[in-house]
């Protein structure tokens, strides 16, 4: 059995999750390209749309773990840190930025001590703040790797925004790094602790459809103009490939938990438009087929260029479950059709699914209990991410071993 056998397929995720409910060709790390992977750019202002809370929040639940969360990005400061009050069992006792008056202004509002505000440049500081058991990344893709390694030498366990990294190898480091360390590793796959897509992977568990026989994912949306030295995600050596590793990744993993299997082989295309400065470095659109060891396939799509679309659909001999959108922070939908009946699921509000990502890492750290997005799936989808890239680049089918790395 290899490390990947069984481990994340859904029955194993549904047993240990139930009860919180390039590319080597195309991409490398930013530091081989000769980019600087140091400190953010100081200076950025709030991302449009923030609110801030009013009062910082009064108590600490006793037990609860401390996260800093590195990088007061768009993310961050909308979706991540309001929902710490809906967590029992994490709070933010650190932040980390680039940029004092986002550390004075996110400071005061979330009620983090002023000692306990660092920059990139002070961050290594964070080993004698044991306030700080955890340090959540939240940083552009290409940083990921490097902040990993610098938070589990500062003796930190780390939960890390998905993709992990812009390739295998960086993943790997990452893995040891935190293996050294002895601290825990988490990617944020948030669809593993959100209501339709559990519901979805016990829908599939138990046969709803009969014998899975075609997975279509799609994650698109028309991104407007910019440049990579203006965005990030337009840039290779912060990005990789593009909408694979931001968007499309959601598409690829309910592929493997709906299927419950790993592909045997992958067929892939990917394009880019002349002349775009958008596109300069990264792909617009990237189209991949697997095949599984069962029979079935899965095609999964992404795109920066072409009309928005969030959706998942798993069509077997009997029915077809459709959830659309699939993998949003909110608002996802899931319909299980067989024969005439139809049947439209409201298994509980998305929005849960952010608390309870917190509280999995803090009860891992607490209670030892297994991770369910470990560092080993975030290195499986990069792997399969390289694989998409290798078949695209040569125009031929890549096959795989069952721990994801291509047949040579
Ligand atoms: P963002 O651009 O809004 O924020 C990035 C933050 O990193 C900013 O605070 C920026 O100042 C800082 N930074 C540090 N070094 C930088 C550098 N060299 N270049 C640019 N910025 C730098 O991005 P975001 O949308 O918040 O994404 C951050 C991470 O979160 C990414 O890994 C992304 O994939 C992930 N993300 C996950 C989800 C999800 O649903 N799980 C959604 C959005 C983003």
Known sequence: MTMFDGDFTRRRMIAVGGGVAAAGLLVQGAAALGQSTGPAATGKPMPDGVDLPANPPATVQPGSVGFAIIGLGDYALKQIMPRFAQSGRAHIAAIVSGNPAKLKQVGDAYGVPESARYSYDSFAQIATNPAVEAVYIILPTGLHAEWAERAFAAGKHVLCEKPMALSGAECERMIAASQRANRKLMIAYRCHFEPYNMAAMALMEDDAVGALRL??????????PTTPSENWRVSRALAGGGPLEDYGIYGLQAA?????????????????????????????????????????????????????????????????????????????????????????????????????????????????????????????????????????????????????????
Not at 215 to 224: A, N, V
């Open 215 to 224: 997975i279509r994912t799609e994650h698109s949306y028309r991104m407007g």
């Open 256 to 408: 493997l938990y709906l299927s419950g299997e790993m592909p045997e082989s992958i067929s892939a295309a990917t394009y880019r438009p002349a002349n775009d400065p958008r596109f300069a470095e990264i792909f617009a659109h990237v189209s991949a087929q697997l095949r599984f060891p069962s029979g079935a396939t899965a095609h999964v799509v992404t795109s920066y260029d072409s009309a928005g679309l969030n959706m998942v659909e798993a069509r077997g001999t009997e029915g077809v479950l459709k959830m659309q959108p699939a993998t949003n922070y909110g608002g996802n939908t899931l319909t299980l059709e067989a024969g005439r009946n139809r049947q439209e699921l409201t298994p509980g509000d998305s929005e849960v699914q952010f608390a309870r990502q917190l509280d999995h890492l803090a009860s891992a750290i607490r209670d030892n209990t297994p991770i369910i997005t470990p560092g080993e799936m975030g290195l499986r989808d990069l792997r399969l991410i390289e694989a998409i890239y290798a078949s695209a680049a040569s125009g031929q089918t890549v096959r795989l071993n069952p721990d994801a790395t291509m047949r040579r």
